[in-house]
């Protein structure tokens, strides 16, 4: 009978917990990056929409144009209306909405303005 000479190597139980830790470690790391990147590209959308309800108020108090209504850009919908507000005689209350297209608000912007008779 033929007998073997060499003892055959395995992983202790101590090698095979730090090889765990270090893969755990690893998919934790990788999903956090993964929501953060996530995360960024839902605040470039706000900026975007901000920065777009910044220069729609602009060029309102521009052209003293304050009709409510509705108007498409892009793919969102802006909704302006006025109002008089309530505490004063002088005063109105501007209101901008931003939605997608499928009428979720992503931003608003509200604002007092004095209207010249």
Known sequence: MVKLNHKLKGATIVESMIAMVIIVASVGITSLIFINVLNSDKQSVLIKAELILDRELIHLKNTKEFIDG???IGNWIMKKSISR???????????LLLMDENGRLITK?????TLEQ
């Open 109 to 113: 912007r509200q604002e007092l303005i």
């Open 70 to 72: 509705e108007t498409a």
């Open 85 to 95: 507000y309530e505490h004063s005689n002088n005063l109105y209350a501007l209101s």
